[in-house]
């Protein structure tokens, strides 16, 4: 069964760094441009940065200059940094193929000082 699983979520402090990780099974994530995407309560989804499998990259303005997208296809597994984390960086992540449309469960990340 195709399976998307976050990890790497958690409690930090304005100004600290997170790195959430979405590892695939039962499907090739190198054959798909993945994205993931945050929530917050009484809020759609977001799309906060995506890579394409030549490794090309998007990000929402307001994370720009702080997370990286990363994908190893070797693991098969693909990667957000979340450098210098901001209050309203709060929230639920996902990870999905972009156009396929397969998600993850989500990892929580908290950010309180």
């Known amino acids: 069964q195709v399976q998307l699983v976050e990890s790497g979520g958690g409690l930090a402090q304005p100004g600290g760094s997170l790195t959430l990780s979405c590892a695939g099974s039962g499907i090739k994530l190198g054959s798909y441009t993945m994205a993931w995407y945050r929530q917050t309560p009484g809020n759609e989804r977001e799309l906060i940065s995506s890579i394409t499998p030549g490794s090309g990259t998007y990000y929402v303005d307001a994370v720009k200059g702080r997370f990286t997208i990363s994908r190893d296809d070797a693991k098969n597994t693909v990667y957000l940094q979340m450098n210098n984390l901001e209050y309203d960086d709060t929230g639920v992540y996902s990870c999905?193929?972009?156009?396929?449309?397969?998600w993850g469960q989500g990892t929580r990340v908290t950010v309180s000082s």
């Open positions: 999905t193929t972009y156009h396929s449309g397969w």
